[in-house]
């Protein structure tokens, strides 16, 4: 058994490629670089990222795939899910090899995979879209916090780049620590770290809060209220189409 350890980046999937169609030699596994190794193996090979070989992959990807087969591939690589990138290394491989393109071909099983995946993703964003609350900051931040299932932050950006140009926000994902801040200019990536993070659950501290904030938060949740009809709750359909994992971070659904 062959394994290819790298640094789980999906630049280092594309050098992946590149090295094995270079040497001639593919791999049964990818391994994360400094995790312990399968109990039985026959042969390591450290793949080291490098741009310009994957830059190569991309472009001979950009070919034989349309525009929508090369979201599949970075939106399922989104996913995080475990063995994603030896199920895209497949995919890429496959597609690679064929004179045409495989990616309609759902009679695969890796296509039919990946399509699924990419559903999933795809639908995490929308809901991450439907979700947001942004709580308005002292400094005149509008700040909104989510926990995704899937690492779909980098996905929702330009829609809040179009629709907010003209006010300064902050998404944070609180499961990965990382975030994306726009300071009318352009959106930059951001980290908080553990001594600094002004929110608990969700929730901004006061001391971060606009003086209004509250007031409008208040507001919100009464709106809620008054538009709901008691007659008509359906507790199964709400929580189909707005799961609990969502809630804390929900205003009209805070204490």
């Given at each position: 058994?062959?394994?290819?350890t790298?640094d789980k980046?999906?630049?280092?999937?594309?050098?992946?490629?590149?090295?094995?169609?270079?040497?001639?030699?593919?791999?049964?596994?990818?391994?994360?670089e400094q995790?312990?190794?399968?109990?039985?193996?026959?042969?390591?090979?450290?793949?080291?990222?490098?741009?310009e070989?994957?830059?190569?992959?991309?472009?001979g990807?950009?070919?034989?795939?349309?525009?929508?087969?090369?979201?599949f591939l970075?939106?399922?690589?989104?996913?995080?899910?475990?063995?994603?990138d030896?199920?895209?290394f497949?995919?890429?491989?496959?597609?690679?090899?064929?004179?045409?393109?495989?990616?309609?071909?759902?009679?695969?099983?890796?296509?039919?995979?990946?399509?699924?995946?990419?559903?999933?993703?795809?639908?995490?964003k929308?809901?991450?879209?439907?979700?947001?609350r942004f709580?308005?900051?002292?400094?005149?931040?509008?700040?909104a916090?989510?926990?995704?299932?899937?690492?779909?932050?980098?996905?929702t950006?330009?829609?809040f780049q179009?629709?907010?140009?003209d006010?300064?926000?902050?998404?944070?994902d609180?499961?990965?620590?990382?975030?994306?801040?726009?300071?009318?200019?352009e959106?930059?990536?951001?980290y908080?770290?553990?001594?600094?993070?002004?929110?608990?659950?969700?929730?901004?501290?006061?001391?971060?809060?606009?003086?209004?904030?509250?007031?409008?938060?208040?507001?919100?949740?009464?709106?809620?209220?008054?538009?709901a009809?008691?007659?008509?709750?359906?507790?199964?359909?709400?929580?189909?189409?707005?799961?609990?994992r969502?809630?804390?971070?929900?205003?009209?659904?805070q204490?």
């Amino acid at each position: 058994m062959v394994v290819f350890t790298y640094d789980k980046t999906f630049e280092g999937l594309l050098t992946a490629l590149f090295e094995a169609y270079y040497y001639k030699i593919f791999p049964d596994l990818l391994w994360a670089e400094q995790e312990p190794l399968p109990l039985f193996y026959d042969r390591v090979i450290p793949v080291y990222t490098d741009e310009e070989k994957s830059k190569r992959v991309w472009q001979g990807l950009q070919k034989k795939l349309s525009r929508g087969g090369l979201s599949f591939l970075t939106i399922t690589w989104l996913s995080e899910l475990a063995d994603v990138d030896m199920l895209l290394f497949r995919y890429m491989r496959k597609n690679i090899d064929s004179p045409q393109s495989i990616e309609l071909n759902f009679g695969d099983p890796d296509v039919l995979k990946i399509s699924q995946i990419w559903k999933k993703v795809n639908q995490e964003k929308h809901r991450l879209l439907q979700f947001t609350r942004f709580q308005k900051t002292a400094d005149d931040i509008f700040f909104a916090v989510f926990e995704p299932r899937y690492n779909v932050l980098p996905l929702t950006t330009p829609h809040f780049q179009n629709r907010f140009s003209d006010q300064k926000w902050l998404l944070y994902d609180v499961k990965r620590k990382y975030g994306y801040y726009y300071d009318l200019s352009e959106v930059t990536e951001v980290y908080f770290s553990s001594e600094t993070t002004p929110f608990q659950n969700g929730k901004l501290s006061e001391e971060y809060l606009a003086a209004d904030e509250k007031l409008f938060q208040q507001l919100w949740k009464q709106y809620f209220k008054s538009i709901a009809i008691r007659e008509r709750l359906n507790p199964k359909l709400h929580r189909q189409n707005m799961p609990a994992r969502f809630w804390k971070y929900l205003t009209e659904k805070q204490d």
